[in-house]
């Protein structure tokens, strides 16, 4: 039973990723999702949104500006950990061929490393995602669609299966879920979240004579 059902699973997987690898397949986006998917081509924008969060944060500090300076820091060190503790233990203990390895239609249009379940570039996007969506919830939809575009790529450049990304999106999720919920736990002066509303003023002539 349990073995019916998983050959129906990988079944679902292969069909998805050749429909998203295969029938997709096109001239624009033949350029558009390797560029999109190659994580140099995102590193002047992580670079040049952290330098700005830690320079804006130190010179607003004494107004809310700490809040930018621990949502950088935060970015920083879960994706970097999370990132060498899925190569090291999850990719190398399951060890999943990439596609382009099993099968032979598969189209690669860019290189990868390591095993294949989960992918590394869906996890840490979506650990990006959910860290700005707590910080800027006004522009969620564009974090989202960023770790959408980046999942969906994995697969339409033949390195990653459906699954794999997914899985590497459920992990993200739940990886900056509990490092937020433990950092509010354990340092409750931690300004986490958007910034707090102005306090209205008081009116004008609102002092009474005596």
């Given amino acids: 039973m349990v073995h019916d059902v998983l050959s129906v699973l990988i079944s679902w997987d292969i069909h998805a990723f050749r429909f998203i690898n295969g029938m997709m397949s096109n001239a624009v986006l033949d350029v558009v999702f390797p560029f999109l998917t190659t994580t140099k081509n995102w590193l002047p924008i992580y670079v040049l949104g952290i330098v700005f969060m830690l320079v804006r944060g130190y010179r607003d500090r004494s107004t ?13 060190l879960t994706v970097a950990v999370a990132d060498q503790l899925s190569h090291r233990l999850l990719k190398e203990v399951i060890q999943r061929p990439r596609p382009y390895m099993v099968l032979s239609d598969a189209i690669q249009l860019v290189g990868s490393g390591g095993g294949s ?6 996890m840490n996007s979506a650990i990006i995602a959910v860290i700005l969506s707590v910080f800027f919830p006004r522009f969620r939809s564009l974090w989202w669609a960023y770790a959408g575009i980046i999942a969906v790529s994995r697969v339409y450049c033949g390195v990653h299966y459906p699954s794999d990304v997914l899985g590497g999106l459920v992990i993200g999720v739940a990886v900056a879920t509990l490092v937020l919920h433990f950092a509010r736990r354990q340092w409750p002066q931690l300004p986490i979240g958007p910034p707090l509303p102005a306090l209205p003023e008081a009116p004008s002539g609102s002092s009474h004579r005596q």
Avoid: D, E, Q
Wanted: proline residues 5%.
């Fill in 64 to 76: 809310g500006g700490r809040r930018l300076i621990v949502c950088a820091v935060m970015l920083v």
């Fill in 117 to 122: 379940f989960p992918s590394n570039h869906a």
